[in-house]
């Protein structure tokens, strides 16, 4: 079966209608520049540049459909982990406004199928950008979507998609032993090579996301680790640093100036989120580093606190 129909069938089988990928539409559009071409030799250098039919039609529909698929998956990855993480006055708090529906397997299900329907949706942009890219005899479609990711729109850098992995590998080897839990999906794991960790996952065997979580800037294992909204995972004191901030005022009170240390992209720090499942999985399974490192991070902490609140006592007196 051809990946389109495949891919048309299980959007068609949600309970409720979900932004996608128009697979057929997109198609018609490349059909019509190919058939306006048809009689003429093409140019590299003049398609899509000056392409009327690609540059009205294909790509705006590409990249709002696109926009509307990340902004779903976000919010709702967003939603999930934040009633599996409620405790206390805050759960009764979901329960009573009616959030927390079904039981616990149920949660594991939603958190299944967010992570198959990111994956496929990848899968359908990567398949329609090459098929503009054979059509055209070009590199467009991939120039595009890196663009598309520098815009925060690729799917696959979004820090949503991170949490939900470690959220499936927390409950696979906590809570799912349970008889009645649904299996997870194998391909979804933490890897450690020469005590280096990564998140890995394969679906469809063709989509292989392989998360490396190694601080850039420590060389680390990512400690209280938080994402970029350009998507790249650092320690949260460490981001702290790079954006010239201490972690009193936190990363929300960085300059828009202040730039990833990667890839220098601009405006990245005040979006930043916190990786809370995966905070979780590291700390169980590298257990002896992550507790050198806590006692390493108490300490700088209440100094740099310390510096903090002297500093503003001082201010107050005018001193």
Request: aromatic share 10%; with cysteine; charged share 25%.
């Amino acid at each position: 079966m051809k990946f389109c129909k495949k891919y048309q069938e299980y959007m068609q089988g949600q309970e409720k209608k979900l932004p996608g990928v128009g697979f057929k539409k997109l198609k018609k559009i490349l059909k019509k520049c190919r058939r306006e071409d048809s009689h003429e030799v093409h140019d590299v250098r003049t398609c899509p540049d000056h392409c009327p039919v690609c540059d009205g039609s294909f790509f705006p529909a590409l990249l709002k459909e696109m926009s509307a698929v990340v902004g779903f998956f976000n919010k709702r990855a967003q939603k999930l982990l934040e009633l599996h993480l409620a405790s206390g006055f805050r759960k009764y708090f979901f329960w009573f406004k009616g959030k927390l529906r079904g039981n616990h397997v149920g949660l594991i299900e939603e958190g299944k199928d967010l992570v198959t329907y990111a994956l496929i949706n990848a899968i359908a942009i990567r398949k329609i950008l090459k098929k503009y890219d054979k059509i055209h005899y070009s590199t467009q479609g991939q120039a595009f979507k890196s663009q598309a990711q520098s815009m925060h729109i690729g799917i696959l850098q979004s820090p949503w998609l991170c949490e939900l992995m470690a959220f499936h590998i927390n409950l696979r080897e906590t809570k799912t032993k349970s008889r009645n839990a649904p299996a997870l999906f194998e391909g979804c794991s933490l890897k450690i090579n020469d005590g280096k960790p990564s998140l890995a996952c394969e679906l469809f065997d063709s989509v292989k996301l392989d998360v490396d979580l190694t601080c850039s800037i420590c060389l680390d294992t990512v400690f209280d680790p938080v994402a970029l909204t350009c998507g790249h995972i650092f320690c949260y004191m460490c981001a702290c640093s790079a954006a010239s901030v201490t972690i009193v005022d936190g990363l929300k009170a960085a300059e828009p100036k202040e730039k990833c240390p990667l890839c220098r992209e601009a405006r990245v720090y005040e979006g930043a989120v916190h990786l809370e499942e995966l905070s979780m999985l590291l700390s169980r399974s590298c257990h002896e580093y992550w507790e050198q490192r806590l006692h390493t991070e108490r300490v700088e902490r209440v100094r740099q606190a310390k510096q903090h609140w002297e500093s503003q006592c001082r201010a107050f007196m005018g001193v």
